[in-house]
């Protein structure tokens, strides 16, 4: 258990790795010709990947047995929150000046931003449920289905970054093709399950069946 603790803690600090050193960069004006651009792309980067490696976590635990993985999906997930939440700051304090009239006009007239709006709204509740507490209070099966929104959250994700670039669409195409896989093998794993308990099923009926007891 002290392990696991100590794993997590590690995986906690370095989430926040990238967070210190553009902060240090930014102390040092040395975001380059665009700082704003700089950072919102940065930000938005790490949003993206900390979504996938979330949805890394349980094709790693079931390919590799190693149950421990699962402990570090919450710590993850809410990096993944934390940084579109940057990712937002960024853009309403300092790209738009804090001026709702604008954000509006963005909504109104770029798609990109509507997606992208849309998806943060989405990792809301999913950040506030990730507790004990309130696993406990919704119920695991309630819990679940309700997490079955970070698959809406990653896609719009990639497809926010998608639209959002211009010119080379290559790194987006390559997180849609990543994000494919992860939610393929989902798809799969449901399906094998879900032959799995009907096969089970059908056993169990046939033992009743065929029992003494069922016979007589």
Known sequence: ??????????????????????????YRHQLGANPIAYA??????????????????????KLSGANVLSHFR???GLYAFFYAT??????????????????????????????????FLLMIPLAVTSTNGMIKRLGGLQ??????????VAIGAVVHY???????VRLPLIFAGVLAVLLGFRVLSESRGAMKRA???RAARL??????VSNS
């Open 40 to 61: 919102l792309h940065t930000t938005g980067m790490l949003a993206l990947v900390f979504l996938m490696l979330t949805l890394c976590v349980t094709p790693a635990r």
């Open 199 to 201: 096969a089970l099923a």
């Open 207 to 212: 033992a009743r069946e065929s029992s003494p």
């Open 143 to 152: 819990w679940k289905k309700l997490h079955r929104l970070v698959y809406l």
């Open 86 to 119: 940057a990712h937002l700051g960024i853009y309403f304090v300092f790209d738009r000046q804090a001026r709702f009239g604008a954000v509006i006009s963005d909504l109104a007239l770029r798609p990109f931003i509507r997606v992208g709006m849309c998806t």
């Open 162 to 168: 998608y639209e959002q670039v211009k010119a080379d």
């Open 74 to 76: 919450r710590t993850l």
């Open 1 to 26: 258990m002290k392990d696991v603790r100590f794993a997590k803690f590690v995986v906690m600090v370095n989430g926040a790795v990238p967070l210190a050193m553009l902060g240090f960069d930014a």
